[in-house]
């Protein structure tokens, strides 16, 4: 009974898409991170309390309620079925200390196309509120992103703006004619070039 408990609540993670959620957000946030918060800070949501790179592939995130800690090693190993090496890779997630999550996964099949990496099992699981925090988390930092994202262009298209409009100005402009002065006519008459 308590195998198939454990099967079951194996299959309610994969059904809440718990992998793909934590794997996205290592793959398209974390990582990247702690560079934003040192190049471009106005891209790291506010509920982004700290955040450190502890070792590569190792990353510290401190919340307004809570500690995450992703791990990510990448191995090669010979399959000696199929006679060649696989990339294969270990994404642990740490909540306040605590291991409540380990996926392996790998790089993905041909029809699998435009993700680098994909969730292929589940070594460990410890259910708990970081589930809901990290799923909340995923939704801030997306829509906070492309929040930026928006202010961005629209400060660009202003700048566009205001270099057309200059432009415009400017060639409204009749051009500027200059007469010589009284004192290089002068010289220049002298020279018996001109008068």
Not at 120 to 126: A, L, M, S, T, V
Request: aromatic fraction near 8%; glycine fraction near 4%.
């Amino acid at each position: 009974m308590a195998n198939e408990n454990h099967v079951a609540s194996r299959h309610i993670i994969w059904q809440m898409k718990i992998p793909e959620i934590v794997l996205d957000m290592y793959l398209n946030h974390v990582r990247v991170l702690p560079s934003w918060k040192h190049s471009f800070p106005a891209y790291v949501h506010p509920v982004i309390r700290g955040v450190v790179e502890l070792a590569p592939n190792k990353t510290q995130i401190i919340t307004e309620t809570s500690e995450y800690v992703f791990a990510f090693d990448e191995r090669t190993t010979f399959v000696p079925d199929a006679a060649e090496l696989v990339r294969t890779g270990i994404l642990e997630v740490h909540h306040n200390n605590v291991l409540v999550l380990r996926l392996s996964i790998s790089p993905p099949d041909s029809n699998e196309l435009g993700k680098s990496w994909v969730a292929r099992g589940i070594e460990k699981f410890k259910d708990g509120e970081w589930v809901a925090e990290l799923t909340e988390l995923l939704s801030q930092l997306v829509s906070y992103e492309t929040e930026q994202e928006k202010k961005e262009e629209a400060l660009r298209q202003n700048e566009l703006k205001a270099v057309a409009e200059l432009k415009e100005k400017l060639s409204n402009l009749s051009p500027v004619t200059t007469e010589k002065p009284p004192w290089f006519q002068r010289l220049w008459g002298r020279s018996g070039t001109g008068n």
